[in-house]
């Protein structure tokens, strides 16, 4: 991805020892008395710990009240941490107003959808859209930034944290307001308006820009148009806060880099991060898994999306966990090397930091059950001993860092509008998950052993010469273009059902579908045909499928059937297709296989695009590859031992010739292929 104009990526926190992994966590010291302040940073040396985030959650204690500020304990801990090496990256505090605020101006809390009030009590009750809490956060990201610009420890800011996390959503007036201006700024015109919207349904015509809302409750079904607007101008409500945080910032201290922590993982979903990280100095992700059968799988797939959304340079993982977490129904604590996996998996993927929630576990507070690198037990723990182990690990990877990531034979395309709006209301399915689709597919890669990149839809599409697009269902006329383009220079394109199927405004193209991709594919559908929770059809290929099908027609000649419906209410007709286009190709999948039947189906399309595994045949499906500069990355998929002798390689650290479970071994080859990755 090209970087935005004017804007100084990638600038990397100030850390003098340009060669090594960052190794931290958040750290909240005023969770604790002043003695423990002596042990904590004891136990970070003994571990490794090279960076803490401080002060994400502490606006009430460092200006307790509106004109009273209380430093003291944070020069001593910024003072602290220095002279035991570790570098600090500090948080603008924003993230939870106090209650001195929140009592003078109950106007900053966000409100529902249902016109209630989200109350005080846990965090990040605030509307990004307040001028009132604006003009508060902004006095306390310039009083911070102006108190520790010269101090030695500060390596980055963290601009207030998991922005969204809590308040992706708010349906106040001052959104309303600032809604109608961004549409404003969108449509220009009401009549422009008017027609994105479809509003000639059901009466919805505004001749008034304050007759305009956010979709707060209504009857039934709200506007799909108004309620997909109102998720871009979310994320660039939150976006508008970050950048007026920043601007403070690059004000006060110009040679500091700026981030905030992304959220790329499973449920989250409400923030375009594809917009956003072009807006950070260097991207930032937190990443905590979700038990089944892909956890790590998952995982794989958010550090992968997360290095491609930093265009393949090195990126922080600012947060994941030692262990259980606490948030889920039930936080299942990971088993023995599972933390060291799931660490060096993001550093494979280019993390160039692991970093954890947190450092000492909670006494008290709403997150006491949350798993940290400090646990309840003290040092004398196997958690302890795990992370201690771990930053030996990261100290022996030392080399690794700064390199970038080697962009892969094949993509997955990753869109956040698509996403959004193929899990809209009032769909031919509610079932439909994107994210999981999406997974599925990334799954049958990691079973065929081939190395693909998770990529935003507007990467560098051409380098890839196997392009796997699942649901892309916002297809405006400018991506169809770039797809039709990648195709006829000879790339293999992959999508599925529900794609190609709306423009930029939720609007159908007509004529059949996949509307947008209808040429391009060779087929046409007049009808879809989804499946209740109770069936599956047969193909012909040994595959099944759930959830969705298609009554696919073939429409070009050069299209081919790859497999059809051998039972169920589609018996006889086309289920894949593919359809070739001078050296290049445009193939169709109507039903959801999930990951065993995309594997069979994979293997067949990967190879007629000429896409092979670099794994020698008996560690495919076994081993995750990545690969950053000279260096690849085993990562062990199962609970045995492997032998990797027959891969080439030098291995980094006290490696021998055995993968051991969950293991994950780091071999530096003698042969440098080109490792750019503008
Ligand atoms: C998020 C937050 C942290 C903490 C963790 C717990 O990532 O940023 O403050 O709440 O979740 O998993
Ligand atoms: C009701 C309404 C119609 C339409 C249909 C859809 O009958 O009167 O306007 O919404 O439902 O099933």
């Given at each position: ?609 000429g896409i092979d595994s670099e794994l020698p045949p008996d560690l495919r499906g076994r081993v995750e590859l990545a690969v950053r500069g000279p260096y690849w990355f085993l990562i062990n998929r199962t609970g045995q031992p ?37």
């Open positions: 991805m090209q970087p935005q104009q004017n804007h100084r990526w990638l600038r990397w926190p100030s850390d003098p020892s340009r060669s090594r992994l960052a190794f931290g966590a958040d750290y909240n010291p005023e969770q604790w008395p002043r003695h423990i302040w002596d042990a904590d940073v004891r136990a970070m040396q003994v571990a490794g710990v090279n960076i803490v985030s401080l002060g994400i959650f502490s606006w009430a204690r460092i200006q307790p009240q509106v004109d009273v500020w209380d430093f003291g304990w944070l020069d001593e801990i910024m003072d602290l941490l220095h002279a035991h090496g570790i570098a600090v990256d500090l948080a603008t505090a924003t993230a939870s107003p106090p209650p001195w605020l929140t009592t003078m101006h109950p106007e900053i809390l966000p409100v529902d959808g249902d016109g209630r009030t989200i109350w005080p009590g846990a965090r990040q009750h605030w509307r990004p859209t307040s001028p009132i809490f604006r003009l508060h956060a902004l006095r306390l990201t310039r009083a911070l930034a102006e108190r520790y610009r010269d101090h030695p420890a500060l390596t980055a800011w963290h601009v207030n944290n998991e922005l969204g996390g809590d308040n992706a959503y708010d349906y106040s007036d001052d959104a309303a307001t600032a809604f109608r201006d961004w549409l404003r700024r969108r449509y220009g015109t009401l009549d422009a308006l008017n027609r994105a919207w479809a509003t000639t349904f059901w009466s919805q015509q505004y001749s008034d820009w304050a007759q305009i809302l956010p979709p707060r409750r209504a009857t039934t079904h709200l506007n799909p148009t108004q309620q997909l607007d109102f998720k871009r101008f979310s994320s660039d409500a939150l976006k508008d806060h970050l950048r007026a945080e920043r601007s403070v910032l690059y004000e006060v201290t110009p040679d500091i880099a700026v981030t905030t922590n992304f959220m790329v993982m499973g449920w989250s979903k409400a923030l375009n991060y594809a917009d956003w990280a072009a807006e950070v100095d260097f991207v930032a992700n937190d990443h905590y898994t979700t038990p089944g059968p892909q956890a790590h799988d998952e995982l794989s797939f958010s550090a992968n999306l997360t290095s491609n959304l930093a265009g393949g340079r090195p990126w922080y993982l600012m947060e994941h966990s030692t262990s259980a977490l606490n948030w889920q129904p039930i936080n299942v604590a990971k088993g023995p090397g599972e933390m060291a996996r799931d660490s060096l998996t993001h550093v494979a993927h280019g993390a160039d930091a692991v970093c954890f929630f947190q450092w000492r576990q909670s006494a008290a507070g709403a997150e006491k059950y949350h798993s940290a690198m400090l646990p309840h037990a003290g040092v004398d723990s196997t958690i302890f001993r795990a992370v201690t182990d771990l930053g030996a690990t990261l100290r022996d990877l030392a080399e690794v860092a700064g390199t970038t990531r080697r962009p892969s034979g094949a993509a997955i395309v990753f869109d956040w509008e698509s996403w959004w709006t193929a899990e809209h209301d009032a769909h031919p399915s509610d079932r439909l998950r994107y994210r999981q689709e999406a997974l599925d597919w990334y799954t049958a890669f990691l079973e065929l052993g081939i190395r693909a990149d998770v990529v935003p839809v507007d990467a560098p599409l051409h380098r890839y010469g196997l392009l796997v697009a699942p649901i892309l269902h916002v297809v405006p006329g400018a991506l169809a273009d770039r797809l039709r383009g990648y195709v006829a220079d000879g790339g293999h394109l992959v999508t599925t059902y529900f794609s190609g199927i709306v423009d930029e405004h939720d609007h159908v193209w007509l004529d059949g579908y996949p509307g947008a991709l209808r040429d391009l594919l060779g087929i046409r559908i007049e009808e879809f045909a989804p499946l209740s929770d109770e069936q599956s059809v047969e193909l012909d290929n040994g595959t099944v499928g759930t959830l969705w099908t298609d009554r696919v027609d073939v429409k070009d000649p050069a299209t081919e059937v790859l497999a059809r419906y051998r039972q169920g209410g589609q018996t006889g007709r086309p289920a894949i297709t593919r359809r070739a286009v001078g050296s290049g190709s445009a193939a169709y999948v109507s039903t959801r296989l999930g990951p065993a039947g995309l594997t069979v189906v994979l293997a067949d399309l990967a190879q007629r695009a492997l032998d990797i002798s027959n891969v080439d390689g030098e291995r980094l650290g006290s490696g021998t010739a055995v993968l051991a479970p969950r293991g994950v071994a780091v071999l530096r080859r003698a042969t440098v292929p080109g490792t750019a990755h503008e």
